[in-house]
């Protein structure tokens, strides 16, 4: 039974089952064999022990389905094992054996269902991308490792917490307790430290079953990034001029902007540098989802004004800021593109975004960016403020990685001065429909 396992995951597995570790840590690169060793050892383990439970959440219900349930579970089970042994139970994201076993798969985001998950008894719970969740929300999955069950020679099932993760900050509380084995609110050592173990894995360690272009892409990721997701070490955006962006937050997969929300575009100009153009829409409660992005090096504004025009398509845009250069706005304009002068000002700019990115009293945000937006996600991490300048001046950005940050700043101070009511009520402000 089972995948041929890479040498990272012979030392996972051996970790996963050993008498002395019960508490289990997994972090490290993207797509590093972490996930699919664990489904592994969770089937492994409710064969093994008849009417066994087995816990297998993360933060979001949907992510549940789209990631565990859909990508690793069932394309496991219906690869290796023997059909008639298991039964999928879509409804409810259970997958029930013959022998009584149950592997149970849920969200964590509903406080209805959580508690009702939390109300059974597990041998087995797996929090998958653990960093999302909170260190209380661990602890409390930890006292329902309680269930009794035995296997076939009578040796009582050991009780096992495991989590993964992608890295983030170092002061992440799944750094301090997971890796450092301290007790993130109080700073003392764990008490049951012995009981924990870590494994740190890289993308590397799964070269023989990744295509080499996904290699390719990590390792062409921002600094910050690709130590996170190609190597797998805990590194922060401390030091970064928007270190409230987290991706956990502020990222979201891309979807259909309802037509009712209205769009905005921002362009910064550039030659040598990147000439870039953002597409952000507003929803009704004044969020902004930053969706599309244009970015582009040595190129005629003709071609610019072309793409934009392309990439638009029949979306009717609001209002398009951009950088100030009379020529090239000019040019803009013979292509059919209007454009207002962005409100440059870079303090205020940046404080402006700030606020943007710090959650409301509702935990969300006013700014969220599509995951497709390469450029400007690797852009937000390697912004940083400018060391040289004198303690005494105002604290200003390296000018340095800001061709999206700079169309990003436009963008938010043109929503800041047209006032929600404005933006949405009055019909004042030029509309251009490109088809
Ligand atoms: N031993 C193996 N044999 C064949 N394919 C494997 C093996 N291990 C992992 N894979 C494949 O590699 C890919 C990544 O594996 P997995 O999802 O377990 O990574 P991960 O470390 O959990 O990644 P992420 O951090 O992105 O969640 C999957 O497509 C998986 O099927
Ligand atoms: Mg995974």
Same mark, same amino acid.
């Given at each position: ?173 799944? =750094?301090? @307790?997971?890796? *450092?084995?301290?007790?993130? %609110?109080? $700073?003392? !050592?764990?008490?049951? &430290?012995? /009981? ?127 950088? =100030?250069? @009379?020529?090239? *706005?000019?040019?803009?304009? %013979?292509? $059919?593109? !209007?454009?207002?002068? &962005?409100? /440059? ?91």
């Amino acid at each position: 039974m089972g995948i041929k396992l890479t040498e990272k995951q012979k030392k996972g597995w051996g970790i996963l089952s050993s008498r002395d570790k019960t508490r289990i840590l997994f972090d490290g690169g993207s797509r590093s064999g972490k996930t699919v060793l664990i489904a592994e050892f969770l089937v492994m383990r409710a064969l093994l022990y008849p009417g066994s439970r087995q816990l297998a959440a993360r933060r979001h219900r949907v992510h549940v389905k789209a990631s565990l349930w859909n990508g690793t579970f069932k394309s496991y089970l219906a690869s290796f094992i023997r059909t008639g042994l298991y039964k999928f139970s879509e409804s409810n994201l259970e997958i029930k054996f013959s022998n009584g076993s149950r592997i149970i798969m849920d969200g964590l985001d509903d406080a209805e269902r959580t508690e009702k998950i939390l109300g059974n008894e597990y041998i087995t719970v797996y929090l998958n991308e653990a960093t999302q969740l909170s260190w209380e929300a661990v602890q409390m999955a930890m006292t329902r490792l309680s269930q009794t069950v035995y296997d076939a020679k009578g040796h009582k099932a050991l009780p096992k917490l495991i989590l993964d993760c992608n890295p983030r900050g170092p002061r992440h509380w799944l =750094h301090i @307790a997971g890796v *450092r084995n301290i007790e993130p %609110e109080s $700073g003392e !050592s764990l008490r049951d &430290a012995a /009981k924990w173990a870590r494994l740190n894995w890289s993308a590397l360690d799964n070269l023989e079953n990744l295509p080499a272009e996904y290699i390719d892409t990590l390792k062409s990721l921002p600094d910050i990034m690709r130590d996170r997701m190609l190597n797998g070490i805990w590194r922060s955006n401390e030091g970064a001029v928007y270190n409230e962006f987290d991706e956990n937050i502020h990222v979201v997969e891309p979807f259909e902007i309802p037509g009712s929300w209205q769009k905005i575009r921002s362009i910064d100009f550039g030659y040598t540098n990147p000439f870039v153009c953002l597409w952000g829409a507003v929803d009704h409660d004044g969020r902004l989802y930053v969706y599309r992005e244009y970015y582009k090096a040595r190129e005629r504004t003709l071609v610019h004004a072309e793409s934009i025009k392309n990439l638009s398509g029949n979306e009717r845009i609001y209002r398009t800021c951009a950088d =100030h250069d @009379a020529s090239e *706005r000019a040019e803009l304009e %013979e292509q $059919g593109l !209007s454009t207002v002068a &962005a409100k /440059k000002d870079i303090v205020s700019g940046v404080q402006e975004l700030k606020k943007r990115l710090v959650p409301g009293s509702n935990g969300k945000p006013s700014i969220f960016f599509f995951s497709t937006l390469k450029n400007t996600l690797g852009e937000i991490y390697e912004y940083i403020w400018d060391d040289s300048a004198s303690k005494a001046m105002k604290e200003v950005p390296l000018k340095k990685n800001d061709h999206a940050m700079d169309a990003l700043r436009y963008m938010v101070m043109e929503l800041k001065d047209t006032a929600k009511k404005s933006f949405y009520g009055d019909s004042a402000g030029r509309v251009s429909r490109y088809s």
